[in-house]
């Protein structure tokens, strides 16, 4: 059974940090680039940042530039997004999401999020208020 499931969402003040996680199971973890979306209340989804899934090669929205960081631990089948200096706009359900982009040899295409992802995590709230 695959299953992607986040986690360390929660409440932060402005500027505070996060780090959520993406734990995956039952498939070949390796194999999948992992991206990171997000979709804020009567806003549509959008691409948070993805991270290939050999080469290491990662892309970023230009709102998360320099403050999110992706990364990933194959030998946990996790992949995590550290969130610095986070603003009210970053407030979100944040989904990760597993595809193998095969045509692009496991790279994450720069408009990975226009690609219909073969898996889904269920998403985690992250809320930032003072």
């Known amino acids: 059974q695959v299953q992607l499931v986040e986690s360390g969402g929660g409440s932060v003040q402005p500027g505070g940090s996060l780090r959520l996680s993406c734990a995956a199971s039952?498939?070949?973890?390796?194999?999948?680039?992992i991206g990171w979306f997000r979709q804020a209340p009567g806003k549509e989804r959008e691409g948070v940042s993805c991270?290939?899934?050999?080469?290491?090669?990662?892309q970023y929205a230009e709102s998360v530039k320099g403050r999110f960081t992706i990364s990933r631990d194959n030998a946990k089948n996790t992949v995590y997004l550290r969130m610095n200096d986070l603003n009210p706009e970053d407030t979100a359900v944040y989904y990760c999401?597993?595809?193998?982009?095969?045509?692009?040899?496991?790279?994450?295409?720069?408009?990975?999020?226009?690609?219909?992802?073969?898996?889904w995590g269920k998403g985690t709230l992250v809320t930032v208020s003072s």
């Open positions: 991270i290939s899934s050999r080469d290491g090669s990662r």
């Open positions: 999401a597993a595809d193998p982009f095969i045509l692009t040899g496991g790279s994450c295409p720069a408009d990975y999020y226009a690609y219909d992802m073969e898996y």
């Open positions: 039952g498939f070949t973890f390796d194999d999948y680039a």
